[in-house]
């Protein structure tokens, strides 16, 4: 859970903007820290450019709030994920191909903005904060989740009309088909369960079973 208290300007981490770095980025890269570090109520915008080595004024001028500095940031976070799912349903991308490989895809960008990115801190922060302040569990929601439902569902419906699968609710398949993975990568993380849980498999594994059970339930048997 994020850490509550007042980050001090002694504590900027030595996050001084490099010669050339863009503005905005430097104040998104220190805010994020602040952010995760200290909780959402814990961080000004005086120490978010202090941080970002520049001044409260610049910081003001860039973004307008924390609020929208908050927002900025958390958009940022999701962006990787929206961006590889958005390549699977491509126009370019043969659907038509295997809708098994298409879910492995998925799953696998999945995993990797799991493992690479502040997903799990990211999930602790949204949930500490949102009790008193229940914009940011939306605002996380809309810019990451959301969409990412959105665009895999939309990937399920056009597998659907070339008879690959058969998901009349696409939209409730895609959460199901997230529900598989995040099972085992998000949650014990969130919760601190030391050593994850037990008997969890490893991600090929927990790809290989979210994939097969997902097939036996929307599944096409294509004639031989």
């Given at each position: 859970?994020?850490?509550?208290?007042?980050?001090?300007?002694?504590?900027?981490?030595?996050?001084?903007?490099?010669?050339?770095?863009?503005?905005?980025?430097?104040?998104?890269?220190?805010?994020?820290?602040?952010?995760l570090?200290?909780?959402y109520?814990?961080?000004?915008?005086?120490?978010?450019?202090?941080?970002?080595?520049?001044?409260?004024?610049?910081?003001?001028?860039?973004?307008g709030?924390k609020?929208?500095?908050?927002?900025?940031?958390?958009?940022?976070?999701?962006?990787?994920?929206?961006?590889?799912?958005?390549?699977v349903?491509?126009?370019?991308?043969d659907?038509?191909?295997?809708?098994?490989?298409?879910?492995?895809?998925?799953?696998?960008?999945?995993?990797?903005?799991?493992?690479e990115?502040?997903?799990?801190?990211?999930?602790?922060?949204?949930?500490a904060?949102?009790?008193?302040?229940?914009?940011?569990?939306?605002?996380?929601?809309?810019?990451?989740?959301?969409?990412?439902?959105?665009?895999?569902?939309?990937?399920?419906?056009?597998?659907?009309?070339?008879?690959?699968?058969?998901?009349?609710?696409?939209?409730?398949?895609?959460?199901?088909?997230?529900?598989?993975?995040?099972?085992?990568?998000?949650?014990?993380?969130?919760?601190?369960?030391?050593?994850?849980?037990?008997?969890?498999?490893?991600?090929?594994?927990?790809?290989?079973?979210?994939?097969?059970?997902?097939?036996?339930?929307?599944?096409?048997?294509?004639?031989?």
């Amino acid at each position: 859970m994020a850490r509550r208290g007042t980050v001090t300007g002694g504590d900027a981490e030595g996050a001084a903007v490099a010669s050339g770095a863009d503005t905005s980025t430097a104040i998104l890269d220190a805010a994020r820290r602040l952010f995760l570090d200290a909780g959402y109520d814990g961080v000004n915008l005086d120490q978010v450019g202090r941080a970002a080595g520049v001044s409260r004024q610049t910081v003001y001028n860039q973004f307008g709030s924390k609020d929208a500095v908050f927002r900025a940031v958390v958009d940022r976070h999701w962006e990787a994920i929206r961006t590889e799912v958005a390549a699977v349903s491509a126009p370019s991308l043969d659907l038509a191909a295997d809708a098994e490989d298409v879910l492995r895809r998925i799953a696998r960008s999945l995993l990797r903005f799991v493992h690479e990115t502040d997903q799990i801190a990211f999930t602790r922060l949204v949930i500490a904060e949102s009790r008193h302040l229940p914009w940011i569990a939306e605002a996380f929601y809309q810019a990451g989740k959301a969409p990412l439902v959105a665009a895999f569902a939309a990937v399920l419906a056009e597998l659907t009309e070339r008879r690959l699968l058969a998901c009349d609710r696409p939209e409730f398949a895609a959460r199901q088909f997230m529900g598989l993975i995040q099972e085992f990568v998000i949650w014990p993380g969130v919760m601190g369960v030391k050593g994850g849980v037990r008997g969890a498999a490893n991600d090929p594994v927990v790809v290989d079973e979210a994939v097969a059970v997902f097939l036996a339930r929307y599944g096409v048997k294509q004639p031989s």
